[in-house]
């Protein structure tokens, strides 16, 4: 699986666009790239996915370079209920694959008012 | 919107007792998984499970663990003797195809304490 770096924090304020960028330098042809938000106490929940170039939902915008070597999660005009950890994960899409999702540290973003 | 369920929300046990964590995937789901998180570290894999048997295991997934899916809902950890480090959220997951790119739903967690 790739190994993914993202920023261990991230400060902003209610309003503004929030961009966290991914680098995973070692991504294979078959890998997806996948976002997912946790709140305190809480489980981590799925935000998007993508493979290339850019993919929209109604929380957020990921944006893929063409050498997939990085991405950026865009959260467009945040809140304070946006106060999460965010994570970015590089797996294998497949049926021989288990399933198991590695987190690493995240990006704790902190929306302030 | 269906949902994962999990409970008790926290359990609090002596050290070498037995537990049990129940999890309610969501119901056209087919491949389940536990992970934990130990407060103010990283979300760590425990286990997947898929057609009444584990698919793969981490290496904290030792002996003293195990899962079972006793009947058409429930899936269930069971940590035999619980030790001070066990303590933890466990989360239980849920996914409809399986595959780490296929979304997977996550409970609300269960706060273990290890006395």
């Known amino acids: 699986l790739a190994k993914t770096t993202q920023p261990i924090s991230m400060d902003s304020y209610e309003g503004q666009e929030v961009n966290i960028t991914c680098s995973h330098n070692?991504?294979?042809?078959?890998?997806?790239i996948t976002w997912y938000q946790q709140f305190p106490s809480q489980g981590p929940r799925f935000i998007i996915q993508g493979y290339k170039t850019k993919v929209t939902n109604e929380v957020a915008s990921l944006f893929i370079p063409a050498d997939r070597k990085s991405s950026t999660l865009s959260l467009p005009r945040v809140s304070l209920s946006d106060t999460a950890v965010y994570y970015c994960?590089?797996?294998?899409?497949?049926?021989?694959?288990?399933?198991?999702?590695?987190f690493g540290q995240g990006t704790t973003l902190q929306v302030k008012p | 919107e269906p949902e994962v369920t999990q409970t008790p929300s926290h359990q609090v046990t002596q050290m070498g007792q037995e537990v049990i964590l129940r999890c309610v995937p969501i119901s056209n789901h087919l491949y389940f998984y536990w992970y934990r998180q130990i407060l103010g570290q990283k979300v760590e894999f425990l286990v997947s499970f898929y057609n009444n048997e584990i698919s793969e295991k981490s290496e904290i997934f030792d002996d003293q663990f195990s899962v079972e899916r006793p009947d058409g809902s429930n899936f269930t950890l069971k940590i035999r003797s619980t030790k001070l480090e066990d303590s933890a959220m466990y989360f239980c997951?849920?996914?409809?195809?399986?595959?780490?790119?296929?979304?997977?739903?996550f409970g609300p967690g269960t706060r273990l304490t290890v006395l």
């Open positions: 994960l590089v797996g294998a899409h497949g049926s021989s694959n288990t399933g198991k999702l590695i």
């Open positions: 070692n991504i294979a042809t078959n890998d997806y």
């Open positions: 997951a849920s996914s409809e195809v399986g595959g780490s790119t296929d979304t997977q739903y």
